[in-house]
């Protein structure tokens, strides 16, 4: 029996949709609409250009775009010529991309005019990048010289290569920033991310007559896994924008009567305080989500109390995991106050101790996963790989408690992570950068509570001895080497950081001790 009778990819969940709802508006982007019919036969002619220019079955593709009609087509194409895609972060400066491209060994990027600066200036960076690709953005923009062209290769003739594309081959490669100074390839196929499609269909209640809006960067796997994709998977509508904007989000949300929106709380946040905030005029949206950390209580209140149709959930999950591992409803939202739920249907979660026993209602412990949304391992990289699975579960590095009723609820990082405006920050890279500076003796990069960014990168300083040095000397510093959401918000100067006896720094007094000093 030939395999592809059963076969189940990225690229059959768009076809088998165009099949069932062909005249279904797929996306809208700016002045583009595309039916499922005009997306899946526009997939598959930009495959064989793609195919006419060198990529390949396993091919690695970085794509360094923001959110477009072209960033959303190039991800299906790539799928349908089984590539690999590897979705690079736009906010990273050049030389934190060209990390990325060297790792994942990518010889083609893709890009927009927007970035074409930053793409080949990192591509110049000793990596193998030797061909672009130009996508079309929201707005018109005009074409890079010297840069394949998305129309180009969209309107080619030639017939798609035949390729043998199973579930178990690697799909993406996305990269996370976890703890360590130097990224992280999480290796998905398309059955961990299709498995993980279910669990959102099932638990965020992903369905047909919904009518999304896609906000949040779809380089990141929450936009693009939780959201986007399963969209496709049901065929509902999805609006795309590259501008997470109050007074943007606002009037698509009126001009299309969105039904259903995602964004991490420091987004809610802004549309609450937005002077265009009108909720009649929103009155469609019933569907709301939010991630990437706990919405604070007040908000969750106002959000219930200004709109009142609109039903929330809480996504909880990492990279490694598709993303999404846990999920808090919206029947709990206000009486499962800073939790982020329990295991999704295709989710076995754990919260365990140092020898993996489950611990008792309020102890502290570690969140572990089984999963068939799971990552193969990260690339090239054994030892990790080796270390995230210890035990034959995946340790997720987030310390949390679980009460009676098996609700978990995170407490801490055990690795210093920080969620800032809905980015990942690791402190030790902030630290790292922060050592390159003559004056510093000592450095603690934490997250504080903050009201516009959830948590605010802070760095506290202890200078050598007879050193003087600014805030804005360090920020600057900061500012001109790294993402603007990895660079600190608040500089605090101090005497000493605390340590226990054998001479580890305790962040958990550092967050205590300033916590209320913003």
Known sequence: MNPAIRRQTLSDVLHRTARRVPEKIAIICGETQWTYAQFDALVSRLAAGLSQIGVAQGERVAVLARNSHGFAAMRFALARLGAVFVPINFMLKAKEVAYILRHAGARMLATDSGLAEVARAAAALETEVREFIWLPSEDPSEPVAGMHHFDVLAACADALPAVAITGTDLLQIVYTSGTESTPKGALLTHDAVLWQYVSCVVDAEIAADDLALHALPLYHCAQLDVFFGPAVFVGSTSVITAKPVPDNLLALMQKFAVTSFFAPPTVW?????????????????????????????????????????????????????????????????????????????????????????????????????????????????????????????????????????????????????????????????????????????????????????????????????????????????????????????????????????????????????YAGTA
Not at 355 to 363: H, I, K
Not at 374 to 388: V, W
Not at 493 to 506: I, M, Q, R, Y
Request: with cysteine; aromatic share 6%.
């Open 269 to 513: 946040i802004a549309l609450l305080r937005s002077p265009a905030f009108d909720a009649d005029a929103i009155a469609s949206l019933v569907k709301g989500y939010y991630g990437a950390s706990i919405m604070p209580v007040e908000v969750l209140r106002e959000l219930a109390a200004r709109l009142p149709k609109v039903r929330l959930w809480n996504l909880y999950g990492q990279t490694e995991i598709a993303p999404l591992a846990t999920m808090l409803g919206p029947e709990h939202q206000l009486t499962k106050l800073g939790s982020c739920g329990r295991a999704v249907l295709n989710v076995e979660t754990r919260v365990v101790d140092d020898r993996m026993r489950d611990v008792r209602p309020g102890e502290v412990g570690e969140i572990v996963h089984r999963s068939p949304h799971l990552m193969l391992g990260y690339f090239h990289d054994d030892e990790r790989t080796r270390a995230a699975f210890e035990g034959d579960w995946f340790h997720s590095g987030d310390l949390a408690t679980v009460d009676e009723e098996g609700f978990i609820y995170v407490v801490d990082r055990m690795k210093d992570m920080i969620k800032s405006g809905g980015e990942n920050v690791a402190s030790r890279e902030v630290e790292e950068m922060i050592y390159r500076l003559a004056q510093v003796s000592e450095v603690a990069v934490i997250g504080l509570p903050d009201p516009r960014w959830v948590e605010a990168v802070t760095a506290v300083i202890v200078l050598k001895a007879g050193q003087s040095l600014g805030e804005a000397d360090v920020i600057a510093h900061c500012s001109a080497h790294m993402a603007s959401f990895k660079t600190p918000k608040r500089i605090v100067f101090a005497e000493t950081l605390p340590k226990n006896p054998s001479g580890k720094l305790l962040k958990r007094e550092l967050r205590r001790s």
